[in-house]
């Protein structure tokens, strides 16, 4: 076996490990009061009941698409390229690597959840003697996700590599034949996302709108029969969604990079020049540098300490500094070993260039996002302000912001993609300007394991709260969990516009694989996406369209299962005067059932647009002739429409939920004023867009991508 | 002369004559009591106030840019290609045409405005004794301004072309020469619509914010010191915004269409096919079906009558359906009269049935428009329910109907350009598919100075509605106007279903026209614009970004002009109590200096974004040789999120309004209800929507057609 491979495979089995020894370290500490564990175990019954529920749906929804896949691709004409193996075999490894692909998603959401739901009660616990032991056991809970994550994707793609080069396969063809292990992933990752992010904002919008707005109680107050919803769905919401979206982005983008890679190393070896490392080196350098970014992440996450008084988010961006540097120097090591050409002597330097463009942007939006939903800055005073005049130029200042607030990531992703890809081109090497924004992606992705660590810190610290709230212990440590919980709140608005960045250059890439797919598979496929023609216009404007409906049926189904829960708590505070009197206690399941079973029932519609419609644009001109171009006009356009709306999405409902804590830190009048409730009306109205659309519209972009590159070869 | 241009300019001058008719006939009706001209009045001194302020600040920014044009035409060095001319020429005919275009655009923006202020007492006079006569002098005062619109364009494009023809210079090179009318009507038509836009809805949000929800007063109370700028603002915005916006889509869209007209003659020509109306016969066609509209609209218009109980939404739809027949028929004759050939025997009916998909294609706009925003359907009710549960809930589901209704149309335009597009490669001529969805768009437009006699019929008669309103006429009169203005609304929101299908249409064809533009510059130029390539990707991602930062400017621009609005009625009410009693009268023209100088203040950023960044996009990746390119791409995906943005405003906008008047209607508790104070905030969001954003982006849209146009030859 190649060193590049046993090395990804060694790192990642480490990394395997330490989350186990993580998860043990986060177990034994201690658990809490009776009261506090009560509360705790509601959360967990809630969140193990949802997602057994949800991954049966998604099963069921799963087999039949492989038995389509499989028979699409079984019953297709065999062209000339990359149709060496047969039908019935190309079929097989597609279907498998797709079933593959859909499990490993699923195990990786489920984790996600699985560490959050008990380190929880005992950050809660921990917090009530040390904000430091508080914030290591929920940013160590968050590691075990995080690392487990990106471990097992590499795992599951090198792993596969492996397997299919022990059964004689090409190296170079072995991408096209495991294209739907990343399908696979983002299809899970949709409806875990789509259904977890309708549950968690459908109970959130529902418990406050009853809870705080009407009947005036504190937020997680244990008389709200929906606070323990709303507890449960920032674990299935954030923590299994957003654990099963990342397993897809790594995931897909692996297998796009390799893809990359290997055209690159062909390209050069019929140019007569030779990698030090070899084609597979080449193909290998994207797990290999993730790897290393793994060993990073590591590192990062164990110096994370704060001083009782200090701003526990220092801690935080201390880590991610040094895991930044650290993959940075991974990302040189692994361009000088891989990518290391006596005839180019320049190149390895371009790309280690390309891959600190990545790790540049990768900061760059998270200091945008900082900007733009921080209560520091410009942006979020201003919609406090607008609060002042009431809810609806409350309204209307928060979709500015979040319109403006589109502009700056796409110019730092232009910058991004323009530089990259001269640094490729003029590398030495022949068309490797592709591979210079794939080695940015790479980049970019690089401290993956951490940020995720810090997004799944996000719920685990806001449950923490909830249980310390719930279980009324004194204010004392509810002031310390509430700072865990605001910088939570930052970190996962971090996270969303690093998920969205990583998204847009991950597009670009997997679209130039998805090219070179199709021209593998039609050697006389000329890749040009030329929008000036009316069918490819039309591929183009179906797929900003489709960025639009599907993000107005996911708003819609929030709205529709918070109906249900509103009406569900209004009627047990009307039936019960006993529960708003703290005299007899709410019945806390039944609105965890009638979430669970409105948010699945929710999540079909807009999942099977998503699936549908490339599908159906492929098929319907094919028969102009033009399938791939319409197809790959869909997905270019759609993506550059989806960065624009979940970043509209996820900031502007960042800014609103951070203007409504502003004013009650006394802003306006403070908690309580007419500001106030004008700015928790905005509140609410960001919550499905930055916990449900905006989130969702980060997989549907990479799913746009893996669809298609999985389906290439019937739209020819 | 072309007996084509005869016609033309003959049917325009009669338009124009009878435009002067429609204006008597409509200033010799009754102008009511001294009560209701004293408001009528105030109205007009402030709408003339604001027009004069606007103009000037418009003429400071169109001066410099006409000296820049000039200065770059003359500087660059001519290249290959239709730089026959001089530079110096070459610049003065652009520049030239440019400042004429601007011109032009003004007046038909003051004309719009100059009836509409005084048709709008007459209506209110007429409404006090006939229901009819208050339709007929609404519509009949818009229809002033539409044919007036219209007619000018084609007055101005037709008598452009007759000039240059008598100047010697060849056919086939005048639209070249005469883009720059095109963008100056679009330059002006910019700040027109966005001024009028940001002041009609500062005055609007600002009066019902402290008027109806704080002070609980009703709608175009005469206490409401902000009263008198909200009914101006509907006619700077409403009619003096759209007139400049149509004048400067008609002309555009003749220009473009001309220059494809041309490129197919000699296409033709070169394959040795004649027509039997020649070269100029084909240039002249959209123009000469373009007469013939307008003749169907004066019949369509002088049509419309009703009975006293009937609706009068039936009789403008009889007129409309009379002006699409009509127009059908002309556009029959013009494509057998112009577009006939011997050798291709087939073309002519294909291109007729182009026409036809066009004017097909209206007809879809508005009614789907009529789905989306009327409360018999579903969409509009969803709102109103969701407003149960408070202004959160109706806020989300109207942002999800608002990205909701953008498929529909999409849907349309798609069909349309692939099937226009079919007919026209199957036409038995070479290379005329791109003529055929010219002609498609030709067909749409050919209702133009209908529809727009029913866009000024509402802003005409909600002022009606107003001035009775204000002088407090009996209940019977109110009941009358009050039909009217509910009809005003859904026709301003039909015409901005058709403005929007008929942009998209349009920006297809503008973008084919600057394609064969740039070859024209540069004869080896090979129009494809592949969004494969990174330098194109990011150029479209930019576009798009354009739209949201653009939108964002100009919805923010409305609630800071409305904060001060706001501040305004309160210093108002609380220094003066008597203004709220009754007893003394508010300072309405404080109200109005106040909005004109914040509309006129903040209309400069958002529009210098939208004219420098183009300019910026095509001088920048000029380096990379890419910038033609890179500026095609820019238009292209901007036009598109420019589609589904506009339309996710103005439908939501409008599902919002309906939504607040069908609870008004009793639903759900009816006025004065929690869900009606609920649907108000809904609606007071959706105004900068509908009003100012929505209603702009049209204009973006083609600006950013008309400005690569002109500037084409400097991105080479």
């Known amino acids: 076996m190649e060193l590049g491979l046993t090395l990804t495979l060694g790192c990642s089995a480490f990394a395997l490990l330490f ?57 297709r004409e065999p062209s000339a390229g990359h149709d060496q193996v047969s039908g019935a075999m190309l079929a097989t490894y597609v279907a498998g690597s797709f079933i593959l692909g859909a499990i490993c998603s699923g ?20 917090s009530r003697t040390s904000l430091n032991r508080g914030l290591q056991i929920a940013l160590r809970g968050g590691a075990v996700s995080g690392l487990f994550v990106v471990a097992m994707s590499l795992l599951g793609v090198g792993g596969l590599f492996a397997i299919m080069r022990a059964l004689g396969v090409e190296a170079t063809d072995i991408p096209f034949l495991i294209v739907g292990y990343g399908f696979g992933a983002s299809f899970v990752a949709l409806f875990a996302q789509l259904g977890g992010g309708i549950y968690t904002k459908a109970a959130d919008v529902g418990a406050d709108l009853v809870g705080k707005v009407e009947a005036g109680i504190p937020e997680d107050d244990p008389r709200n029969p929906a606070v323990i919803a709303d507890l449960v769905g920032d674990n299935v919401g954030d923590c299994a969604g957003r654990g099963a979206d990342l397993f897809e982005s790594t995931a897909a983008e692996n297998i796009g990079a390799m893809i990359l890679g290997a055209t690159l190393a062909l390209t050069a070896q019929a ?16 797990l290999v540098v993730r790897a290393f970014g793994l060993l990073a992440s590591i590192i990062g996450i164990m110096v994370v300490r704060t001083r009782e008084d200090a701003d526990p988010m220092a801690a935080l ?15 040189g090591v692994g361009c000088k070993w891989l990518l290391a050409t006596e005839q180019a002597p320049q190149a390895w330097l371009n790309f280690w260039f390309c891959g600190l463009i990545g790790l540049a942007t990768a900061m760059a939006f998270v200091y945008i996002t900082q900007y733009y939903t921080e209560y520091k800055y410009r942006p979020v005073k201003e919609i406090a302000e607008a609060s002042q005049t009431g809810p609806a130029t409350n309204i209307i200042a928060g979709i500015a912001v979040g319109m403006e607030c589109t502009a700056l990531p796409v110019l730092v992703i232009a910058v991004a993609i323009i530089s990259s890809y001269y640094l490729g081109q003029n590398s030495g090497l022949e068309n490797a300007g592709l591979f210079g924004t794939a080695v940015a992606t790479m980049g970019m992705l690089g401290t993956a394991a951490y940020i995720l660590a ?28 509430d700072r865990l919980d605001a910088v939570g709140n930052t970190t996962k608005a971090l996270t969303k516009g690093y998920a969205i960045g990583s998204a847009a250059l991950a597009a670009f890439l997997l679209f130039s694989a998805y090219l070179d797919e199709v021209k593998a598979f039609k050697p006389d ?17 179906l797929g900003a369209m489709l960025i639009f409906l599907f993000s107005a049926l996911a708003i819609r189904a929030v709205g529709k299962a918070a109906y249900y829960v509103i009406n569900e708590v209004r009627r047990q505070f009307k039936e019960n005067p006993g529960i708003l009197k703290g005299t007899s206690k709410p019945d806390y399941r039944q609105c965890v ?19 549908g419609m490339p599908i159906a644009v492929g ?10 171009e319409a197809v790959a006009a869909m997905l270019m356009v759609g993506t550059m429409a989806g960065i624009l709306v979940a970043t509209m999405l996820n900031n502007g409902g960042g800014a609103w939920d951070n203007a409504k804590k502003y004013i009650e830190t006394g802003a306006y009048g403070g908690k309580g004023s007419d500001p106030h409730k004008a700015a928790v009306v905005g509140d609410t109205v960001g919550d499905p867009f930055k916990d449900t659309a905006g989130p969702s519209l980060h997989v549907v972009i990479k799913l746009l991508s893996t669809i298609t590159l999985v389906l290439a070869p019937l739209f020819i």
Chains 1, 2 share one sequence.
């Open 19 to 75: 989350a186990g020894y993580l998860a043990k370290w986060v177990m034994k500490n201690d658990d809490g009061t009776p009261a506090m564990k009560e509360i705790a175990d509601a959360i967990r019954e809630g969140a193990e009941a949802f997602l057994s529920r949800q991954y049966k749906t998604i099963a069921a929804l799963t087999i039949p698409v492989a038995a389509i896949l499989y028979y699409l691709y079984a019953s």
């Open 107 to 126: 195990i990786a959401g489920y984790m996600g959840m699985f560490v959050s739901i008990r380190a929880n009660i005992r950050t809660a616990s921990a």
């Open 271 to 286: 140019n007569k020049i030779t990698f030090a490392a070899g084609i597979i080196g080449v193909m290998l350098f994207p």
């Open 317 to 331: 961006n201390r880590g991610y500094y040094v895991t930044t540097i650290l993959s940075a120097i991974g990302f």
């Open 454 to 481: 810090m997004d799944t810190f996000g719920p685990i610290a806001d449950n923490a709260g909830g249980i310390i709230e719930m279980s009324q212990q004194p204010e004392e440590v509810r002031k310390k969990t």
């Open 525 to 541: 496929f000329i890749p040009v996406i030329d929008i000036a023609r009316p069918e490819i216009f039309v591929g183009g404007l």
């Open 593 to 611: 059932d009638i979430v669970t079973a409105g948010a699945l029932k929710q999540m079909i519609l807009p999942g099977v647009l998503v699936i």
């Open 619 to 628: 098929l319907i001109f094919k028969q102009f002739g033009l399938g791939a």
